[in-house]
């Protein structure tokens, strides 16, 4: 596909991961503070990194499914459940673009009222774009923000990260993939300048390399590419360190604002747990959107559904700190929540626990990065 093809088909571009599995794309806004004038170094404000800084640490668990997402339609009784969970480490970055298709296919139903399951980032974009097509919603869910997992996820573009098992990229899926990212991503666009609800910030990436392969997941566009800084044009001491821009979405603000938007748009909101389908099938409602995430394992009995958990260690917020840096044991991203510390993902694991060596590790792997960083 060319460029301006694309351009005039989807109005958006994107670029995908090569560190750390992130994804991210833009044409770039830049916010460097400065330049020296003897070395052309990137002037960056340095980061206030120390264990007494820590302000909340959370464990959340990510619905990883070994397909990728599940949008398909099944009956139950009279009832039209459409799927819409699944997403992994990618629920934000293609929750528009998912809830898109799944709001197309509930809406292609008939149904005028629709009962979507589930609270969180997913289940909210998709509760929005039925009530743009006209439908009256109801969104069903055991908890609210912030209790739901959305709530502690990092808040990153990162359309292809932990989506899939590399077998299920097929055809087809590469073809829900790109219609549900470049949704999204022009939907992000969007929101730009709207509160701080989603900003671009430069991403270093210490130790990285810039890609030799396009990866599978992938859509051409006007996208800056992954540079390859010189030592001249950086201010850490590694001499292996990669740029690349990225989107951050402000979880906290974010949610409420879809939230917000969802209530004032005549929504409604009820508390219920959903135990077996036959309390799905007790719904007033013929037309369910399943939102529920890690929820559809038991619920809809879906083996190929798992928690890959992740921890994010939260520092006192520093809103000079405008880029987000990455090594390979660790990362740091500013939002206004905090400056949020990560970097781990393990396999099937329950546990919400936060362990305390997670966090010793990415403080750990963040100072020794900032180690000599010219300020």
């Known amino acids: 596909m060319d460029r301006r093809s694309f351009l005039l088909k989807s109005g958006a571009s994107l670029g995908l991961a090569f560190a750390m599995g992130v994804s991210s794309c833009s044409p770039g806004n830049n916010l460097y503070r400065g330049s020296s004038t ?94 743009q097509m006209g439908k009256t919603v109801t969104i069903y869910a055991k908890e609210m923000f912030p209790k739901i997992t959305s709530s502690m996820a990092t808040g990153t573009w990162s359309p292809s990260h932990l989506l899939c098992e590399e077998e299920y990229i097929t055809p087809e899926f590469k073809t829900m993939w790109e219609q549900a990212c470049s949704y999204s991503f022009q939907t992000y666009q969007n929101l730009l300048g709207y509160g701080d609800l989603v900003t671009w910030m430069d991403h270093y990436i210490i130790n990285g390399r810039a890609p030799s392969e396009t990866p599978k997941l992938h859509i051409d566009g006007l996208l800056p590419e992954p540079k390859e800084l010189s030592r001249r044009e950086h201010p850490f001491k590694s001499k292996n360190v990669v740029n690349q821009p990225n989107m951050v979405f402000n979880i906290p603000s974010y949610l409420h604002h879809l939230t917000t938007d969802f209530l004032n748009f005549g929504g409604k909101v009820q508390i219920k747990e959903f135990k077996t389908l036959e309390d799905l099938d007790a719904l007033w409602e013929d037309g369910v959107v399943n939102c529920t995430g890690l929820g559809a394992k038991a619920l809809f009995n879906d083996e190929q559904l798992m928690p890959i958990s992740g921890q994010l260690s939260f520092l006192i917020p520093q809103p000079e700190i405008n880029y987000r840096l990455s090594t390979p044991h660790g990362y740091i991203i500013p939002r206004k929540d905090g400056l949020v510390l990560g970097g781990n993902a393990i396999r099937n694991n329950w546990n919400t626990t936060p362990n305390p060596e997670q966090t010793k590790t990415v403080i750990a792997a963040i100072n020794e990065a900032l180690v000599g960083m010219r300020s």
């Not at 599940?70 to 969970?85: A, C, S």
């Not at 699944?86 to 149904?111: D, E």
């Open 38 to 131: 003897s070395l052309g170094a990137r002037r960056l404000p340095r980061v206030k990194l120390s264990p007494d800084r820590i302000i909340k640490e959370t464990v959340g668990l990510r619905p990883y499914r070994l397909s990728g997402p599940r949008l398909d339609v099944e009956m139950l009784g009279q009832k039209t459940i459409v799927h819409n969970y699944g997403h992994g480490g990618s629920g934000f970055s293609l929750s528009w673009g998912t809830g898109q298709i799944a709001a197309t296919r509930a809406a292609a139903t008939g149904h005028q009222e629709i009962a979507v399951i589930g609270c969180g980032i997913v289940g909210l974009t998709t509760a929005r774009l039925l009530q």
